[in-house]
C-alpha cells in the first residue's frame, strides 16, 4: 500500500514554506489553502498576518511567490485582491498524482496515523417485535461507520444492544408454558433468510397476541406471568430455555430483515440488554459507596444540577426503581463497564434516536463520576426522525408504524421498475437483482445523504429517480463507465502526463484527488453525509466529462483516448469503494 499525498496537501506545505521563509518572525503560519473557482487552489493566509504584523499582504504575497520553488507540481500563481494566492496545478501533476493513486489497491487513502479501538452500538431491535422504520437510520448509519472506521485501520468492535429482558417476558413465557406448541409451526417457513424471518415473525406476533389477550382477560394468568418474571429473573432452568427460544426466533427474524437491507449483522455482536444482569448489583453497590448515587423514596437516584424538570426540581437518572428493579440507565452503565473495561474502546458511539440526548448525557456523566468512562471516550451519534411527504413521523394510512419490511419491499418494487424500464441486455433474473441492488441503495442513500440530526422525508418516487441526488444516479454513472471500458475496441486506461487537460478532464481529476481526504473527515467527524456529497460531486462532474470529452470515438487520438480511459477507470474505482463504504452495491450492468 502507498500513501499518496493530495495535491492540497502539497501545495499547502509549498506555500507554508515560503510564507515561513519570506516572514521568519511568523512561525509556522498557515496559509489558509482552499479550492476556487478563480484558480485550482486560492491562499488568503497572508491577509490575516500582514494584518497582524502591519504589513503590507499583497508585497507579502510577492514574496512567497518569488520563494515558491519552480517545478513540475505548480504551474501558475496570480497574487489577485488584497493579497490572495491564485493557484494553477500542472496538469502532468494532476495526471501523475491520479496514475500513483490508480496504481494502489487502496488509491493512495492512508491508514489512520493512530488507530485505536471502537466499540459502535447501533441497531438495537427488541425480542419478539418487528422492526420499524425507526430502526432504518440506527441500522444504516451504523452500518456505514463500521465500513468506513475499518477502512482507516481502526478496530471496530459491532454491538447490537438488544432488548431481550423484561416484564413482558413473564407473559410471553407462562403462555408456552401453558401452550408448548404455540412456536412450532414449521410449514410457515417459505425458504431462505428472508422467509424463515418473515415465518418466524409471525409465530411471535400470534405468541404475543394470543398472550396479551389471556393477560388482558385471565387475573390468574396475569398472576402466574408476573411470577414467571421473578422466576426468569432469578435463573429457572425450565423459564430460560423457553426464554432462549423466543430470543432466537427474533434474531432469525432479524438476519431476514438485514439480509433485505444487505447488511451483515454476526450473532456474536448480537449483546443484549440481558449479557449484563450479572453486573447489574456490582454497578448499584459502587455508586451508592462511592456516592455517585443516593437513594430517593426508595430509589437509586444519580442527580443534575442543569437537568430539571417541568416543575423546576431536579430530574434524576434512577438507576434502580424502589421495588429493587432495574431500568435501562443501569444496563447502559454495565455495558459501558464491559466496553472501556474488557473490550478495551478507546472510543464509545452510540448510534441512537435524538429524542434519547438527555438520557445519554445523564449515563455518561454518572459513568465518569464513577470513573468508569475516560473524559471524552462516549459520544452518542443522534439521528432525527423518518418523516412521511406531510411532513410528520413516517405512518400507515391506519396511523401504526410502518413495518421496515414492508418499506424496503415497497423501493425494490419500485427499482426493479425503473431498471426494467432501462435495461437492454438484462434478464428478468438480473433485472431482480439489480431492482433489490438499486432499490435498497436508494433507501441507504436517502439516509446517509442526509445531516444525521436531520428529518429527512421517505419519498420512493425521488429516491429511484435517475436525476438529482440520489443513488440510482450513481449506480447508473458506475454502469456508463463499465460499459465504455467494455466498448474499448482494445485501447488500454493509460495515464499520458505529457498531455494537456481540457477544463472537465481538470476538474475531475483535482475532485477525484480528495478523495483520501474526504474519508479521513468522514472518519473523524462520523458524517457519512460529506460522502455521500463527494460522491454526488463525482458522478456530476464525470457526467459533464462524458458529454464534453469524447472517449473512444474514431477521430479521438490513441494517446487522448487512453488517458480518458485512465479517467473513467478511476472514476469507477472512487465510485465503487465510495458506495462500498456507505454499504450499496455498484452494479456493473444497468
Known amino acids: 500500500?502507498?500513501?499518496?499525498?493530495?495535491?492540497?496537501?502539497?501545495?499547502?506545505?509549498?506555500?507554508?514554506?515560503?510564507?515561513?521563509?519570506?516572514?521568519?518572525?511568523?512561525?509556522?503560519?498557515?496559509?489558509?489553502?482552499?479550492?476556487?473557482?478563480?484558480?485550482?487552489?486560492?491562499?488568503?493566509?497572508?491577509l490575516a498576518l500582514a494584518k497582524k504584523l502591519?504589513?503590507?499582504?499583497?508585497?507579502?504575497?510577492?514574496?512567497?511567490?518569488?520563494?515558491?520553488?519552480?517545478?513540475?507540481?505548480?504551474?501558475?500563481?496570480?497574487?489577485?485582491?488584497?493579497?490572495f494566492l491564485n493557484i494553477t496545478i500542472a496538469d502532468s501533476a494532476i495526471?501523475?498524482?491520479?496514475?500513483?493513486?490508480?496504481?494502489?489497491?487502496?488509491?493512495?487513502?492512508?491508514?489512520?496515523p493512530d488507530p485505536g479501538t471502537t466499540v459502535i452500538d447501533y441497531s438495537q431491535p427488541n425480542v419478539a417485535k418487528e422492526m420499524h422504520v425507526g430502526h432504518l437510520r440506527s441500522t444504516v448509519i451504523g452500518d456505514a461507520i463500521v465500513k468506513i472506521l475499518e477502512h482507516q485501520g481502526e478496530t471496530v468492535i459491532r454491538?447490537?444492544?438488544?432488548?431481550?429482558?423484561?416484564?413482558?417476558?413473564?407473559?410471553?413465557?407462562?403462555?408456552?408454558?401453558?401452550?408448548?406448541?404455540e412456536l412450532d409451526h414449521a410449514s410457515d417457513s417459505a425458504g431462505g433468510?428472508?422467509?424463515?424471518?418473515?415465518?418466524?415473525?409471525a409465530r411471535l406476533n400470534r405468541l404475543y397476541k394470543a398472550s396479551r389477550a389471556v393477560f388482558d382477560s385471565d387475573e390468574e394468568f396475569k398472576a402466574r406471568a408476573r411470577d414467571r418474571v421473578v422466576?426468569?429473573?432469578?435463573?429457572?432452568?425450565?423459564?430460560?430455555?423457553?426464554?432462549?427460544?423466543?430470543v432466537d426466533e427474533s434474531k432469525i427474524y432479524f438476519q431476514g430483515v438485514y439480509e433485505k437491507l444487505d447488511v451483515e449483522i454476526r450473532d456474536a455482536d448480537i449483546v443484549g440488554e440481558s449479557a449484563y444482569n450479572d453486573d447489574l448489583m456490582n454497578v448499584v453497590k459502587e455508586l451508592e459507596e462511592s456516592g455517585v448515587a443516593v437513594r430517593s423514596d426508595g430509589a437509586l437516584c444519580v442527580f443534575f444540577d442543569d437537568v430539571k424538570g417541568p416543575d423546576g426540581n431536579p430530574t434524576p437518572l434512577i438507576v434502580q426503581k424502589s421495588n429493587g428493579g432495574f431500568g435501562y440507565a443501569a444496563t447502559d452503565l454495565a455495558a459501558i463497564r464491559d466496553r472501556v473495561g474488557k473490550l478495551g474502546a478507546d472510543t464509545l458511539l452510540y448510534v441512537v434516536d435524538a429524542r434519547q440526548a438527555l438520557h445519554f448525557r445523564m449515563v455518561f456523566e454518572t459513568a465518569r463520576r464513577a470513573g468508569w468512562l475516560p473524559e471524552d471516550t462516549a459520544r452518542q451519534l443522534p439521528f432525527g426522525t423518518v418523516l412521511g411527504k406531510d411532513g410528520k413521523p413516517f405512518k400507515t394510512r391506519e396511523g401504526e408504524t410502518v413495518r421496515l419490511v414492508d418499506l424496503l419491499d415497497e423501493a425494490i418494487d419500485r427499482a426493479s421498475a425503473v431498471v426494467r424500464e432501462k435495461a437492454q441486455d438484462l434478464t428478468e433474473e438480473e433485472i431482480a437483482e439489480r431492482g433489490a441492488q438499486v432499490g435498497i441503495g436508494a433507501v441507504k442513500y436517502a439516509d446517509l445523504s442526509t445531516s444525521l440530526t436531520r428529518d429527512y422525508v421517505f419519498d420512493l418516487d425521488r429516491m429511484v429517480s435517475l436525476n438529482g441526488d440520489t443513488s440510482v444516479y450513481l449506480q447508473y454513472a458506475?454502469?456508463?463507465?463499465?460499459?465504455?471500458?467494455?466498448?474499448?475496441?482494445?485501447?488500454?486506461?493509460?495515464?499520458?502526463p505529457e498531455l494537456p487537460l481540457a477544463p472537465a478532464e481538470r476538474a475531475l481529476g483535482l475532485h477525484l484527488d480528495d478523495f483520501a481526504e474526504i474519508l479521513a473527515s468522514v472518519a473523524e467527524t462520523y458524517e457519512p453525509h460529506k460522502l455521500a456529497a463527494y460522491l454526488y460531486q463525482l458522478a456530476s462532474l464525470y457526467t459533464t466529462f462524458y458529454d464534453q470529452c469524447p472517449v473512444i470515438k474514431a477521430e479521438v487520438p490513441a494517446d487522448v483516448a487512453e488517458n480518458r480511459l485512465f479517467l473513467c477507470e478511476l472514476t469507477g474505482r472512487t465510485l465503487r469503494q465510495g458506495m462500498a463504504l456507505l454499504g450499496i452495491r455498484t452494479p456493473e450492468r444497468l
Open 54 to 83: 502591519k504589513g503590507n499582504p499583497r508585497e507579502l504575497a510577492a514574496k512567497v511567490v518569488e520563494g515558491l520553488p519552480a517545478g513540475e507540481l505548480i504551474a501558475g500563481v496570480e497574487v489577485s485582491g488584497p493579497g
Open 478 to 496: 458506475y454502469a456508463r463507465i463499465q460499459s465504455i471500458l467494455r466498448k474499448a475496441d482494445g485501447k488500454q486506461p493509460v495515464p499520458h
Open 95 to 112: 495526471t501523475n498524482t491520479l496514475a500513483a493513486r490508480a496504481a494502489d489497491d487502496r488509491l493512495g487513502v492512508p491508514y489512520a
Open 159 to 181: 454491538r447490537h444492544h438488544i432488548g431481550d429482558w423484561g416484564t413482558q417476558f413473564g407473559m410471553l413465557i407462562q403462555y408456552l408454558i401453558e401452550h408448548p406448541a
Open 231 to 246: 422466576a426468569l429473573q432469578s435463573g429457572d432452568a425450565e423459564s430460560l430455555a423457553l426464554w432462549h427460544k423466543i
Open 1 to 46: 500500500m502507498a500513501s499518496v499525498p493530495s495535491l492540497a496537501a502539497t501545495v499547502h506545505q509549498r506555500v507554508a514554506d515560503a510564507l515561513s521563509a519570506a516572514l521568519p518572525e511568523a512561525g509556522a503560519a498557515d496559509p489558509l489553502l482552499r479550492r476556487s473557482d478563480r484558480a485550482d487552489f486560492q491562499a488568503n493566509g497572508m
Open 193 to 201: 433468510a428472508e422467509g424463515e424471518g418473515e415465518a418466524a415473525m
